[in-house]
Protein backbone atom coordinates (compact mmCIF):
# COMPACT_ATOMS: atom_id res chain seq x y z
CA UNK A 1 0.00 0.00 0.00
CA UNK A 2 1.73 3.47 -0.80
CA UNK A 3 -1.55 5.74 0.23
CA UNK A 4 -3.43 4.98 3.38
CA UNK A 5 -5.75 7.61 4.88
CA UNK A 6 -6.06 7.30 8.68
CA UNK A 7 -9.08 9.58 9.97
CA UNK A 8 -9.80 10.02 13.89
CA UNK A 9 -12.80 9.53 15.14
CA UNK A 10 -13.83 9.44 18.81
CA UNK A 11 -17.37 10.18 20.70
CA UNK A 12 -16.22 11.77 23.46
CA UNK A 13 -16.36 15.24 22.46
CA UNK A 14 -17.06 17.87 25.25
CA UNK A 15 -18.66 20.16 23.13
CA UNK A 16 -20.59 18.08 20.87
CA UNK A 17 -20.86 14.39 22.47
CA UNK A 18 -21.04 11.31 19.45
CA UNK A 19 -20.70 14.09 17.18
CA UNK A 20 -19.55 12.03 13.92
CA UNK A 21 -22.68 9.96 14.58
CA UNK A 22 -24.71 12.47 13.88
CA UNK A 23 -27.00 12.18 10.61
CA UNK A 24 -28.35 14.18 7.95
CA UNK A 25 -30.50 13.23 5.60
CA UNK A 26 -30.17 9.71 7.25
CA UNK A 27 -26.33 9.34 6.63
CA UNK A 28 -24.37 9.64 9.90
CA UNK A 29 -21.55 12.61 9.48
CA UNK A 30 -18.72 9.54 9.10
CA UNK A 31 -20.33 7.92 6.68
CA UNK A 32 -20.03 11.38 4.53
CA UNK A 33 -16.76 11.66 5.56
CA UNK A 34 -15.81 8.37 4.13
CA UNK A 35 -17.75 8.30 1.30
CA UNK A 36 -16.35 11.61 0.14
CA UNK A 37 -12.78 10.37 1.11
CA UNK A 38 -13.16 6.83 -1.42
CA UNK A 39 -13.65 9.00 -4.00
CA UNK A 40 -10.09 10.19 -4.03
CA UNK A 41 -8.23 8.73 -7.03
CA UNK A 42 -4.67 7.72 -5.34
CA UNK A 43 -5.40 6.68 -2.23
CA UNK A 44 -5.34 3.11 -1.34
CA UNK A 45 -6.52 2.27 1.61
CA UNK A 46 -8.60 4.33 4.60
CA UNK A 47 -8.70 3.24 8.27
CA UNK A 48 -10.78 4.81 10.99
CA UNK A 49 -8.52 5.56 14.05
CA UNK A 50 -10.30 4.98 17.25
CA UNK A 51 -10.09 4.66 21.15
CA UNK A 52 -10.67 1.74 23.39
CA UNK A 53 -12.25 3.48 25.47
CA UNK A 54 -16.44 4.16 24.78
CA UNK A 55 -16.50 4.47 20.89
CA UNK A 56 -17.29 0.45 20.25
CA UNK A 57 -20.14 2.64 18.31
CA UNK A 58 -17.72 4.16 15.68
CA UNK A 59 -16.17 0.84 14.90
CA UNK A 60 -19.53 -0.38 14.35
CA UNK A 61 -20.23 1.78 11.76
CA UNK A 62 -16.80 1.71 10.59
CA UNK A 63 -17.32 -1.94 9.95
CA UNK A 64 -21.12 -1.46 8.19
CA UNK A 65 -19.37 0.96 5.87
CA UNK A 66 -16.73 -2.29 4.55
CA UNK A 67 -13.40 0.51 6.74
CA UNK A 68 -11.18 -1.07 8.79
CA UNK A 69 -11.17 0.42 12.25
CA UNK A 70 -7.94 0.51 14.28
CA UNK A 71 -8.83 0.93 18.59
CA UNK A 72 -5.47 2.89 20.02
CA UNK A 73 -5.01 4.85 22.58
CA UNK A 74 -7.59 7.75 23.63
CA UNK A 75 -5.24 10.41 24.48
CA UNK A 76 -1.64 9.78 23.07
CA UNK A 77 -3.32 9.96 19.33
CA UNK A 78 0.19 9.68 17.67
CA UNK A 79 0.59 6.52 18.87
CA UNK A 80 -2.76 5.49 17.60
CA UNK A 81 -1.68 6.54 14.45
CA UNK A 82 1.40 5.30 13.99
CA UNK A 83 0.43 1.87 15.23
CA UNK A 84 -2.54 1.92 12.85
CA UNK A 85 -0.26 2.98 10.11
CA UNK A 86 2.26 0.19 10.82
CA UNK A 87 -0.34 -2.44 10.05
CA UNK A 88 -0.22 -1.24 6.46
CA UNK A 89 3.54 0.51 6.36
CA UNK A 90 2.51 2.66 3.39
CA UNK A 91 4.57 5.21 1.75
CA UNK A 92 3.03 8.26 3.26
CA UNK A 93 -0.14 8.62 5.50
CA UNK A 94 -2.78 10.62 5.01
CA UNK A 95 -4.19 12.45 8.11
CA UNK A 96 -7.47 13.85 8.52
CA UNK A 97 -10.23 14.31 10.82
CA UNK A 98 -13.65 12.65 10.91
CA UNK A 99 -15.57 16.05 12.48
CA UNK A 100 -14.74 17.22 8.35
CA UNK A 101 -17.76 15.34 6.53
CA UNK A 102 -17.25 18.09 3.87
CA UNK A 103 -13.79 17.26 3.01
CA UNK A 104 -12.46 17.53 -0.99
CA UNK A 105 -11.33 14.29 -2.36
CA UNK A 106 -9.83 16.31 -5.19
CA UNK A 107 -7.85 19.09 -2.42
CA UNK A 108 -6.38 15.10 -0.92
CA UNK A 109 -5.10 14.13 -4.47
CA UNK A 110 -3.65 17.58 -5.05
CA UNK A 111 -2.01 17.54 -2.05
CA UNK A 112 -0.73 14.31 -2.27
CA UNK A 113 0.23 14.77 -5.79
CA UNK A 114 2.62 17.43 -4.08
CA UNK A 115 4.12 15.52 -1.77
CA UNK A 116 5.35 13.24 -3.91
CA UNK A 117 6.12 15.18 -6.83
CA UNK A 118 8.85 16.73 -4.39
CA UNK A 119 9.99 13.99 -2.43
CA UNK A 120 8.54 16.24 1.15
CA UNK A 121 8.70 14.23 4.43
CA UNK A 122 5.22 16.16 5.35
CA UNK A 123 3.27 18.77 3.03
CA UNK A 124 -0.14 19.95 4.25
CA UNK A 125 -2.30 22.67 3.55
CA UNK A 126 -2.73 23.61 8.02
CA UNK A 127 1.04 25.14 8.14
CA UNK A 128 -0.22 28.15 6.96
CA UNK A 129 -3.85 28.56 7.26
CA UNK A 130 -6.20 29.90 4.59
CA UNK A 131 -8.17 26.84 3.58
CA UNK A 132 -11.72 26.78 5.17
CA UNK A 133 -11.64 25.13 8.66
CA UNK A 134 -12.89 21.33 7.52
CA UNK A 135 -10.38 20.99 4.55
CA UNK A 136 -7.34 20.22 6.67
CA UNK A 137 -5.45 17.37 5.42
CA UNK A 138 -1.83 16.57 5.44
CA UNK A 139 0.18 14.10 4.00
CA UNK A 140 3.22 12.95 5.79
CA UNK A 141 5.77 10.04 4.73
CA UNK A 142 5.70 6.72 6.98
CA UNK A 143 9.37 7.07 7.91
CA UNK A 144 8.35 11.00 9.81
CA UNK A 145 5.65 9.37 11.42
CA UNK A 146 7.96 6.79 12.64
CA UNK A 147 10.43 9.39 13.72
CA UNK A 148 7.82 11.46 15.61
CA UNK A 149 6.72 8.37 17.27
CA UNK A 150 9.96 7.86 18.54
CA UNK A 151 11.27 11.20 19.43
CA UNK A 152 7.98 13.22 20.38
CA UNK A 153 7.96 13.54 24.49
CA UNK A 154 5.27 16.91 24.70
CA UNK A 155 1.55 15.54 25.38
CA UNK A 156 0.26 18.13 23.30
CA UNK A 157 2.54 16.59 19.82
CA UNK A 158 1.11 13.44 21.18
CA UNK A 159 -2.55 14.52 21.52
CA UNK A 160 -2.64 16.03 18.00
CA UNK A 161 -0.21 13.85 16.08
CA UNK A 162 1.65 16.34 13.78
CA UNK A 163 3.05 19.19 15.85
CA UNK A 164 6.16 17.85 16.47
CA UNK A 165 6.83 17.30 12.56
CA UNK A 166 5.05 20.45 11.91
CA UNK A 167 7.59 22.29 14.26
CA UNK A 168 10.70 20.59 13.05
CA UNK A 169 10.28 21.08 9.54
CA UNK A 170 12.21 22.75 6.64
CA UNK A 171 9.21 25.09 6.46
CA UNK A 172 9.56 27.04 9.51
CA UNK A 173 13.30 26.61 9.76
CA UNK A 174 13.62 23.14 11.51
CA UNK A 175 15.96 20.36 10.00
CA UNK A 176 14.30 16.98 10.56
CA UNK A 177 11.29 17.43 8.45
CA UNK A 178 11.58 18.33 4.59
CA UNK A 179 8.56 20.16 4.12
CA UNK A 180 6.18 22.77 2.59
CA UNK A 181 2.80 24.51 3.17
CA UNK A 182 0.02 23.81 0.25
CA UNK A 183 -1.00 27.21 -0.11
CA UNK A 184 -3.42 29.54 -1.75
CA UNK A 185 -4.11 33.02 -2.69
CA UNK A 186 -7.00 33.94 -1.02
CA UNK A 187 -8.06 33.43 2.93
CA UNK A 188 -10.53 31.52 3.69
CA UNK A 189 -9.49 30.62 7.10
CA UNK A 190 -12.45 32.03 8.79
CA UNK A 191 -15.05 29.91 7.22
CA UNK A 192 -16.08 27.05 9.10
CA UNK A 193 -17.17 23.46 7.58
CA UNK A 194 -16.01 21.41 10.60
CA UNK A 195 -18.19 20.11 13.80
CA UNK A 196 -17.00 21.19 16.79
CA UNK A 197 -19.81 23.14 18.15
CA UNK A 198 -24.07 22.63 18.04
CA UNK A 199 -23.78 25.54 15.79
CA UNK A 200 -21.33 23.72 13.16
CA UNK A 201 -23.80 20.72 12.93
CA UNK A 202 -26.17 23.14 11.89
CA UNK A 203 -24.36 25.15 9.18
CA UNK A 204 -23.48 21.52 7.89
CA UNK A 205 -26.98 20.43 7.76
CA UNK A 206 -28.17 24.00 5.75
CA UNK A 207 -25.02 23.25 2.82
CA UNK A 208 -26.21 19.83 2.16
CA UNK A 209 -29.72 20.90 2.17
CA UNK A 210 -29.32 23.33 -0.40
CA UNK A 211 -26.08 22.05 -2.27
CA UNK A 212 -25.78 18.01 -1.40
CA UNK A 213 -23.18 16.20 -0.13
CA UNK A 214 -20.75 15.57 -3.37
CA UNK A 215 -20.02 18.94 -4.04
CA UNK A 216 -16.19 20.60 -4.04
CA UNK A 217 -15.22 22.84 -1.28
CA UNK A 218 -15.21 26.19 -3.25
CA UNK A 219 -19.03 25.63 -4.05
CA UNK A 220 -19.62 24.88 -0.20
CA UNK A 221 -16.69 27.79 0.36
CA UNK A 222 -18.86 30.68 -1.67
CA UNK A 223 -22.08 29.40 -1.23
CA UNK A 224 -21.26 30.06 3.32
CA UNK A 225 -19.15 33.66 2.22
CA UNK A 226 -22.77 34.66 0.16
CA UNK A 227 -25.30 33.70 2.84
CA UNK A 228 -25.02 35.68 5.95
CA UNK A 229 -27.85 33.86 7.66
CA UNK A 230 -25.68 30.83 7.51
CA UNK A 231 -22.50 32.29 8.10
CA UNK A 232 -24.07 34.09 11.74
CA UNK A 233 -24.83 30.27 12.44
CA UNK A 234 -21.40 29.70 13.85
CA UNK A 235 -18.78 32.87 13.02
CA UNK A 236 -16.50 33.98 16.13
CA UNK A 237 -15.50 30.29 16.88
CA UNK A 238 -11.89 29.78 17.29
CA UNK A 239 -9.94 27.72 14.84
CA UNK A 240 -8.11 24.22 16.61
CA UNK A 241 -9.73 25.20 19.93
CA UNK A 242 -8.31 21.75 21.20
CA UNK A 243 -4.64 22.00 20.31
CA UNK A 244 -4.21 25.81 22.03
CA UNK A 245 -6.02 24.20 25.25
CA UNK A 246 -3.05 21.67 25.21
CA UNK A 247 -0.52 24.24 24.85
CA UNK A 248 -2.06 26.52 27.47
CA UNK A 249 -2.06 23.26 29.83
CA UNK A 250 1.72 22.88 29.37
CA UNK A 251 2.65 26.29 29.56
CA UNK A 252 0.87 26.81 32.77
CA UNK A 253 2.86 23.87 34.17
Given at each position: ?R?????????????????????????????????????S??????????????????????????????????????????????????????????D?????????????????A??????????????????????????????A???????????H????????S?????????????????????????????????????L??????????????????????????????????????????????
Open positions: MFLVITQARSGSTRLPNKVLKEINGKSLLQIHLDRIAQTLVDGIYVATSKEEDKKIEELAQKLGIPCYRGSENDVLDRFYQCAKIEKPEYVVRVTSCPLLDPKLIDEILQGAIRELDYYANIIEERYPDGQDIEVVKFSALEKWNEAELKSDREVTPYIRNNSYKGGSLFLSDNHGIKDNFSNVRLTVDEPSDLKVIEKIMHLGDDKDWRTYTDFYIKNQEIRKINEGIQRNEGYQKSIDKENNK
